[in-house]
């Protein structure tokens, strides 16, 4: 498994990995397991044979804690595993309920003033208002997502080196 970080990796949300090993499911699983008791004061999560959630321990819990998600499926002849770095699926579908709430109201409060215009009328003068306050709050939500981010950087960090320790030793060259 290659682990360079690249100007990629340093834009992408939800980073993610995929790599192939020679072990079964269960095997797999039980490293993992063996792997997060051998470190328990550091790393906490779920692990069984098909899906393992790992976050970092702290005294603090922020909305956007981050996690890995490792999921272990079969293709073909071969056990691949797939990790996702990113916070919980309940943040996550959260902020992009909220990016697409927003963005729907700002599309609908601009089409009323683009129409009112159209037709020289003066039903909705309120309509750019509050497609700029849509605005607002799609950044308001950007920015609340880049400060989750920014304090879950150091986390994340380690979650990478929970990904490259505890998974890069059974990772089959697939040529």
Do not use: C
Request: net charge positive; no cysteine; charged share 30%.
């Amino acid at each position: 498994m290659e682990t360079k970080e690249s100007t990629i990796d340093k834009i992408r949300t939800r980073p993610r990995f995929k790599m192939f090993t020679h072990l079964t499911k269960d095997e797999y699983a039980e490293q993992l397991k063996k792997y997060l008791a051998e470190h328990k004061d550091e790393f906490s999560g779920n692990i069984n044979k098909e899906v393992a959630t790992i976050w970092v321990e702290t005294k603090y819990d922020n909305y956007w804690k981050p996690r890995l998600s490792l999921r272990i499926e079969v293709e073909e002849d071969d056990i691949a595993i797939r990790g996702i770095f990113g916070p919980s699926s309940a943040v996550w579908t959260f902020f992009m309920f909220l990016y697409f709430s927003f963005s729907i109201l700002w599309m609908t409060f601009f089409t009323m003033f683009y129409v009112e215009k159209q037709i020289k009328s003066a039903e909705f003068p309120w309509a750019l208002s509050a497609s700029f306050v849509m605005l607002f709050f799609i950044l308001l939500t950007y920015v609340a997502a880049r400060f989750g981010q920014y304090k879950g950087k150091e986390e994340m960090l380690k979650l990478r080196r929970f990904a490259e320790e505890s998974t890069s030793q059974f990772e089959k060259k697939i040529s």
